[in-house]
């Protein structure tokens, strides 16, 4: 959450000249609920189940970069099954550097809702934490400790090109 997954992948995907997947709003319009529906309504293991299934899914496209939410490597076999179909990128970023992005975002967060910074970088380190060995399964770990400007979304684009 706040890392840039979607920022980045939207723009990778345009300069690569593929379609853009947001995993997330795949299952949104599938449902025609959003993902804080989903959850509410069936509970994180059905969620689970849902988003493997979605990934399944969009993992047999061609021509396509995929953003996936947070925790979706982190349950069944999804990152080994990401990591099979496809190149698959981490982009690493501290819990200082991520509060400060989702504290300015204008985007409400029900996980995050309500907390102060200080609240806040624990909570994302925890959770970094518990997902860390997940993440680092990655093909490509890209450290992007930067604040989300355009320009540094293009250098960020035009470094992971160099890594592909």
Same mark, same amino acid.
């Given at each position: 959450m706040g890392a840039?997954? &979607? &920022?980045?992948?939207? *723009?990778?995907?345009?300069?690569? /000249? $593929?379609t853009f997947?947001?995993?997330?709003? !795949?299952? #949104? %319009? #599938?449902? !025609?609920?959003?993902? %804080?529906? $989903?959850f509410a309504e069936k509970g994180e293991a059905e969620f689970r189940r849902i988003e493997h299934q979605? $990934?399944?899914?969009? %993992?047999?496209? *061609? +021509?396509?970069?995929? %953003? &996936?939410g947070g925790g979706?490597?982190?349950?069944?076999? +999804?990152? *080994?099954?990401? +990591?099979? &179909?496809g190149t698959t990128i981490y982009i690493e970023v501290s819990p200082k550097v991520l509060a400060d992005r989702l504290l300015a975002s204008k985007s409400v967060r029900p996980l995050i809702?309500?907390? /102060?910074?200080?609240? $806040?970088?624990p909570f994302i380190a925890k959770h970094l934490a518990d997902r860390e060995r997940y993440y680092k399964k990655a093909n490509i770990i890209y450290h992007a400790n930067q604040m989300p400007s355009k320009e540094e979304i293009y250098l960020t684009v035009e470094a992971i090109e160099k890594l592909l």
């Open positions: 840039g997954k &979607t &920022t980045v992948g939207k *723009e990778l995907a345009k300069s690569l /000249s $593929l997947v947001d995993l997330d709003a !795949h299952i #949104q %319009s #599938q449902y !025609h609920k959003t993902v %804080s529906e $989903l979605a $990934l399944r899914e969009v %993992s047999g496209f *061609e +021509n396509i970069i995929i %953003s &996936t979706a490597p982190c349950f069944f076999d +999804n990152m *080994e099954m990401m +990591n099979q &179909t809702a309500g907390k /102060s910074r200080e609240e $806040l970088i």
